[in-house]
């Protein structure tokens, strides 16, 4: 079946500008999470949306960072005002409902942002 | 101190050997353990949940302790395609935040 898709696959910005990155999750997956990596690092938890639930964005970076799931579906990650440090590959997974015994988390290809 | 702690490495090894890498964790509230595999500029995939009474997938060999809080992969019969970035990851009951290590980098060589 399908996986995780992102779009766009690459992203180079100008300094300022703001960008919105957008994830399709596995149909009928409840969970879906944002990870940035930067170039040679680990990845970093940034936000995580759960049904209806409040989402948990303790990991958002500043609060030029937002993130929307819409009709519990398609997620957008927005970054204001971009700066050079935001540059690293961002990441979307999604996971099926706690109910179904597993919290696998499955990931999308990612989208490359680049900020000049 | 990182919540999850790997070698970076990189592991240069010969087809045919065997490896193992370690990782350790900080918070003893960690539930689920796993492997993820990452190949150079692609996505992390699952390579195997890590059980405590440890578990064995082919020529891969994942351990727990917990008691210690460490975690192993054991790879033999090294192959080319084996060559990647390995993740260990952790996971706290109730708290669906995966918690990623940065990785350790293995290139298998002919």
């Known amino acids: 079946g399908a996986g995780v898709s992102q779009s766009p696959s690459n992203k180079v910005t100008e300094k300022g500008k703001d960008v919105e990155l957008r994830c399709d999750p596995i149909s009928g997956h409840t969970a879906l999470y944002w990870y940035r990596q930067s170039l040679g690092q680990g990845l970093e938890f940034l936000i995580y949306f759960q049904g209806n639930s409040a989402p948990d964005k303790s990991g958002l970076p500043s609060d030029r960072f937002s993130a929307e799931r819409t009709g519990g579906s398609v997620s957008t990650l927005t970054i204001q005002r971009t700066q050079q440090e935001d540059s690293a590959v961002y990441l979307c997974?999604?996971?099926?409902?706690?109910?179904?015994?597993?919290?696998?988390?499955?990931f999308g290809p990612g989208t490359r942002l680049t900020v000049l | 101190r990182k919540e999850v702690e790997q070698d970076p490495g990189p592991f240069n090894v010969p087809e045919g050997a065997t490896v193992a890498f370690n990782c350790t964790y900080s918070?003893?509230?960690?539930?689920?353990f796993f492997w993820y595999r990452q190949d150079c500029r692609k996505e992390p995939k699952l390579l195997m949940s890590v059980y405590s009474s440890g578990n064995e997938d082919g020529r891969f060999t994942a351990q727990l302790n917990r008691a210690s809080q460490y975690i192993s992969l054991l790879i033999r019969d090294s192959k080319l395609s084996d060559s990647a970035t390995y993740l260990c990851?952790?996971?706290?009951?109730?708290?669906?935040?995966?918690?990623f290590g940065a990785g350790t980098r293995l290139a298998v060589h002919p």
């Open positions: 997974a999604s996971s099926p409902p706690l109910l179904a015994g597993t919290d696998t988390q499955y």
């Open positions: 990851v952790v996971n706290r009951s109730g708290y669906n935040k995966l918690i």
């Open positions: 918070n003893s509230a960690s539930q689920s």
